[in-house]
Nanobody, 128 residues
Framework: QVQLVESGGGLVQAGGSLRLSCTAS????????MGWFRQAPGKEREFVAA????????YYPDSVKGRFTISRDNAKNTVYLDLNNLTPEDTAVYSC?????????????????????WGQGTQVTVSS
């Protein structure tokens, strides 16, 4: 069992930056692929980033590539999401997730079905 707790959300102006953190409890954090998703009001949950168990591979959709960076510190049981050059369209609840299935990130990490555990989310609001 893995419990995930996100932090770092808040209100930021357009063009600003935030760092989100997701800390996991339980053992074997380093055995899980980690991902971040976001959901805006009235919209579907959207994949924004994934990272492999070792941190050696990452994957992003085109909508955030070059602006968002995912990283992890397995010694701290924590995964991060750096959000840069934010726009009002990035406003959403951001959630982290842990998945145990193997495979290439582009194949298994981009949908909610690829994850076993979810955090409660942290709100990011970008003002114009």
């Amino acid at each position: 069992q893995v419990q995930l707790v996100e932090s770092g959300g808040g209100l930021v102006q357009a063009g600003g930056s935030l760092r989100l953190s997701c800390t996991a409890s339980g053992r074997f954090f380093s055995s899980y692929r980690m991902g971040w998703f976001r959901q805006a009001p009235g919209k579907e949950r959207e994949f924004v980033a994934a990272i492999s168990q070792s941190g050696g591979s990452t994957y992003y959709p085109d909508s955030v590539k070059g602006r968002f960076t995912i990283s992890r510190d397995n010694a701290k049981n924590t995964v991060y999401l750096d959000l840069n050059n934010l726009t009002p369209e990035d406003t959403a609840v951001y959630s982290c997730a842990a998945g145990s299935t193997s495979g290439y990130l582009w194949a298994v990490a981009t949908t909610t079905a690829g994850y076993n555990y979810w955090g409660q989310g942290t709100q990011v609001t970008v003002s114009s």
